[in-house]
């Protein structure tokens, strides 16, 4: 089966600039996950979906960064405006949890990989 | 609340020798705990998972890991190092009642020394 997809792999932008990434989960999974990976840490969740709802949001910086997944399969988050701290590899992973599976493991993306300055 | 430590940020073996890579975690219910590997550029794969069953847990390229309740513990070994397993390795707890958020670990980089 084909893996969560992430575009792009790479993106470099000025600090107050604004920028989407684009997530496409395993055909089949519920639930969508977004996390922030900064260097030299582990990957720390942004936002949660389950089909097209908001599970959890509490850590996402709602005065810049914000995400939707209006059909309830791929995603976007965006940031706006992006700050030197953003800077990060973003990884969207899924999970057929809410499908009526309990696999409790979670699919990653190769992770956009931003870069600000 | 949920959260995992992972001792040793770096850790360097050589080819052939045992691998131990270290991970503690803090639970307010009984955990699922997983351990995940990342290689430069790519995203994290499943190395193995406990989600209370046997409390050894083999897993993918010859890794294991136990959970030991008594020590809050969820170490990951393989018994002979091989080049190809030098990455950054993950530990993370998992918040099955509310959602199955993940909690990850700092993470630990392991060199494989020829």
């Known amino acids: 089966e084909a893996g969560v997809a992430q575009s792009p792999r790479y993106k470099i932008i000025e600090k107050r600039q604004s920028v989407a990434f684009w997530c496409n989960p395993i055909?089949?999974?519920?639930?969508l996950y977004w996390y922030q990976q900064i260097l030299g840490q582990g990957p720390k969740l942004l936002i949660q979906?389950?089909?097209?709802?908001?599970?959890?949001d509490s850590q996402l910086p709602k005065d810049r960064f914000s995400a939707e997944r209006l059909k309830g399969v791929d995603s976007t988050l965006k940031i706006q405006p992006a700050k030197l701290e953003d800077s990060a590899v973003y990884l969207c992973?899924?999970?057929?949890?809410?499908?009526?599976?309990?696999?409790?493991?979670?699919?990653f993306g190769p992770g956009t990989r931003l870069t600000v300055t | 609340a949920q959260s995992v430590t992972q001792l040793g940020s770096h850790v360097s073996v050589s080819e052939g020798a045992l691998v131990l890579l270290r991970c503690n975690y803090s639970?307010?219910?009984?955990?699922?705990l997983f351990w995940y590997v990342q290689y430069p550029n790519q995203g994290l794969q499943l190395l193995l998972k406990?989600?209370?069953?046997?409390?050894l847990v083999k897993g993918i390229n010859g890794f294991e890991a136990e959970f030991k309740k008594s020590e809050t513990s969820f170490h990951l070994t393989k018994p002979s190092a091989h080049m190809s397993d030098a990455a950054e390795y993950f530990c993370?707890?998992?918040?099955?009642?509310?959602?199955?958020?993940?909690?990850f670990g700092t993470g630990t980089s392991l060199t494989v020394i020829p």
């Open positions: 992973a899924s999970s057929l949890e809410g499908s009526g599976a309990l696999t409790y493991e979670q699919y």
């Open positions: 406990y989600t209370s069953a046997a409390t």
């Open positions: 979906f389950q089909n097209n709802g908001v599970v959890d």
């Open positions: 639970s307010s219910v009984p955990p699922y």
């Open positions: 055909s089949g999974h519920a639930t």
């Open positions: 993370a707890v998992s918040d099955r009642y509310t959602g199955n958020q993940f909690y």
